[in-house]
Nanobody, 127 residues
Framework: QVQLVESGGGLVQAGGSLRLSCAASGRSFSTYAMGWFRQAPGKEREFVAAINRSGGSTYYADSVKGRFTISRDNANSTVYLKMESLKPDDTAVYYC????????????????????WGQGTQVTVSS
């Protein structure tokens, strides 16, 4: 079973950039679609971005489209989230997650599709 560990969070000024990484243990990383979610204080966890097993297809929440880029490196069992033009509203704990479900882009925003979760990394965007 894959275990997920996020890194790369931190404090950044509005307009700045960060790149989050999610390293997966285990040999079956390439069999999982991967997603990024976030949870701000007092709010529900929400979908950010997803990528299919090969990396050839991606899907984004409207709130981050054009600013965030999800990618993966199956050889190194890592998924990335490059975040640019950050806004204070992007402040949250960011989680990566893994899904064995069949890829259907617009369905990949559902939390219930993801069986495995990391512990999260804090991203704080100051105004």
């Amino acid at each position: 079973q894959v275990q997920l560990v996020e890194s790369g969070g931190g404090l950044v000024q509005a307009g700045g950039s960060l790149r989050l990484s999610c390293a997966a243990s285990g040999r079956s990383f390439s069999t999982y679609a991967m997603g990024w979610f976030r949870q701000a204080p007092g709010k529900e966890r929400e979908f950010v971005a997803a990528i299919n097993r090969s990396g050839g297809s991606t899907y984004y929440a409207d709130s981050v489209k054009g600013r965030f880029t999800i990618s993966r490196d199956n050889a190194n069992s890592t998924v990335y989230l490059k975040m640019e033009s950050l806004k204070p509203d992007d402040t949250a704990v960011y989680y990566c997650a893994a899904s064995l479900r069949t890829w259907r882009a617009q369905a990949m925003g559902a939390l219930g599709l993801y069986a495995l979760w990391g512990q999260g990394t804090q991203v704080t965007v100051s105004s």
